[in-house]
T-cell receptor, first 112, second 112 residues
Framework: NAGVTQTPKFQVLKTGQSMTLQCAQD?????MYWYRQDPGMGLRLIYY???????DKGEVPNGYNVSRLNKREFSLRLESAAPSQTSVYFC???????????FGSGTRLTVV | ELKVEQNPLFLSMQEGKNYTIYCNYS?????LYWYRQDPGKSLESLFV?????AVKQEGRLMASLDTKARLSTLHITAAVHDLSATYFC????????????FGTGTRLQVTL
């Protein structure tokens, strides 16, 4: 099915471990985004990539890094996981300035 | 500061009743979006509102935009249980390219 694919869907990490969340879209969208969702706080932007080869910080970038590998793929890396990074992570993509985002199914991450 | 505020945060309503969710934002916007999220699921796009006075309707949901008041409303007519979900508004603020700032969400529970 066309859309945004995120892996993994669930992950449990120990404090200090690292991991990479993968995201791929097959809609030829220019822009890709990583958000985190926490109860009562809506979705907050971590990093985004307006186009292939560019990335920029969002509202809550600390503790994360990203890579826009090509037009299709945008990964999010946690170098040293902390319990405060326990959250649901959503990847999204869009054409610049048009009809909003298409979201992936989310990754539920728990850091213990 | 770019802020989007929704109220109420939680809404319990009886089937057949009408209600309105409010979304206020802090400065000029290019577009405003409404999304729906079912528990444990991703976000689904409902409406995009582009200009002052815009009104969109789909079934029992109607969204409107007043850019002068920096206010959007999502009106629910004759609620049914299937509308139970969390609803988010999201704003593309002028000058921020296609980044969206989300409200905190309104959890709607429709009871018999």
């Amino acid at each position: 099915n066309a859309g945004v694919t995120q892996t993994p869907k669930f992950q449990v990490l120990k404090t200090g471990q690292s991991m990479t969340l993968q995201c791929a879209q097959d809609m030829n969208h220019n822009s890709m985004y990583w958000y985190r969702q926490d109860p009562g706080m809506g979705l907050r932007l971590i990093y985004y990539s307006a186009s292939e080869g560019t990335t920029d910080k969002g509202e809550v970038p600390n503790g994360y890094n990203v890579s826009r590998l090509n037009k299709r793929e945008f990964s999010l890396r946690l170098e040293s996981a902390a319990p405060s990074q326990t959250s649901v992570y959503f990847c999204a993509s869009s054409y610049v300035g048009l009809w909003g985002y298409t979201f992936g199914s989310g990754t539920r991450l728990t850091v213990v | 500061e770019l802020k989007v505020e929704q109220n109420p945060l939680f809404l319990s309503m009886q089937e057949g009743k009408n209600y309105t969710i409010y979304c206020n934002y802090s400065t000029t916007s290019d577009r405003l979006y409404w999304y729906r999220q079912d528990p444990g699921k991703s976000l689904e796009s409902l409406f995009v509102l582009l200009s002052n006075g815009a009104v969109k309707q789909e079934g029992r949901l109607m969204a409107s935009l007043d850019t002068k008041a920096r206010l959007s409303t999502l009106h629910i007519t004759a609620a049914v249980h299937d509308l139970s979900a969390t609803y988010f508004c999201a704003v593309s603020f002028t000058g921020t390219a296609s980044k969206l700032t989300f409200g905190t969400g309104t959890r709607l529970q429709v009871t018999l």
